[in-house]
């Protein structure tokens, strides 16, 4: 199984990524959203991480993706990639598809192997997109993987970004994109199930409170 995963991590292209972070995803957040980051200077340069984010548009993964300064993977929901398009997008930006209908051990291993080859893996704690962008029902994966990894987690909030797609309207609206870097959070000692709730817990509310700010 782990060379499996291996096989997975090596068909990730790094130029490809490169590519269409820096000359795709980039310009489009900075100059068609207007999109800012605070204190990005929090996010290690390296070392094993897991980003925990809320989620409230299509358009997150490749957003968080470009602004962030190191290699980030993620897990996407499985229906993203039906479209080839967007699919091949968010691919080649670092995701892999994660079935929401139950646990997807499959994408677990995936996010254990790529944290352990360096990467910075994205999880949206709540799993699905909320309308306003809070957290309301937080997940305990981000808080198992990081149990079993020992990595960090560091609680990202994404603003703005529900105002993208407009009912009726056809186009991506160029709404003002904030991107809000909070503190890191020590991983749970173990997978009992009272300290992955009291960890998620801490991610969800340092969230919230970075969207409130």
């Given at each position: 199984m782990t060379k499996n995963?291996?096989?997975?991590?090596?068909?990730?292209?790094?130029?490809?990524?490169?590519?269409?972070k820096f000359f795709v995803v980039r310009p489009i957040f900075h100059?068609?959203?207007r999109g800012r980051v605070i204190a990005i200077e929090k996010v290690p340069r390296k070392g094993k991480l897991i980003i925990v984010s809320?989620?409230?548009?299509?358009?997150?993964?490749?957003i968080?993706?470009?602004?962030?300064?190191?290699a980030v993977s993620f897990m996407a929901k499985k229906e993203l990639f039906d479209s080839p398009t967007f699919g091949s997008l968010i691919t080649?930006?670092?995701?892999y598809p994660v079935n929401r209908e139950?646990?997807?051990?499959?994408?677990?291993?995936?996010?254990?192997?790529?944290?352990?080859?360096?990467?910075?893996?994205?999880?949206?704690?709540?799993g699905t997109r909320t309308e306003d962008g809070k957290v309301s029902e937080p997940?305990?994966?981000?808080?198992l993987i990081a149990a079993k990894t020992q990595a960090p987690l560091i609680p990202i909030c994404l603003c703005g970004t529900e105002k993208i797609l407009v009912p009726n309207k056809k186009f991506p609206q160029p709404v003002p994109l904030i991107l809000k870097v909070g503190d890191l959070i020590s991983p749970p000692q173990s997978t009992k199930k009272e300290e992955l709730e009291s960890v998620t817990q801490?991610?969800?509310?340092?969230?919230?409170?970075?969207?409130?700010?």
């Open positions: 995963i291996n096989k997975s991590i090596a068909k990730t292209n790094s130029t490809v990524y490169h590519l269409a100059l068609y959203f809320n989620h409230a548009s299509v358009f997150d993964p490749p968080l993706a470009c602004a962030i300064p190191r080649s930006l670092g995701a139950g646990g997807d051990r499959t994408a677990i291993r995936q996010a254990i192997g790529r944290i352990e080859e360096g990467w910075a893996t994205c999880i949206f704690i709540e997940k305990l994966g981000a808080a801490k991610c969800a509310d340092a969230i919230n409170a970075l969207h409130d700010l």
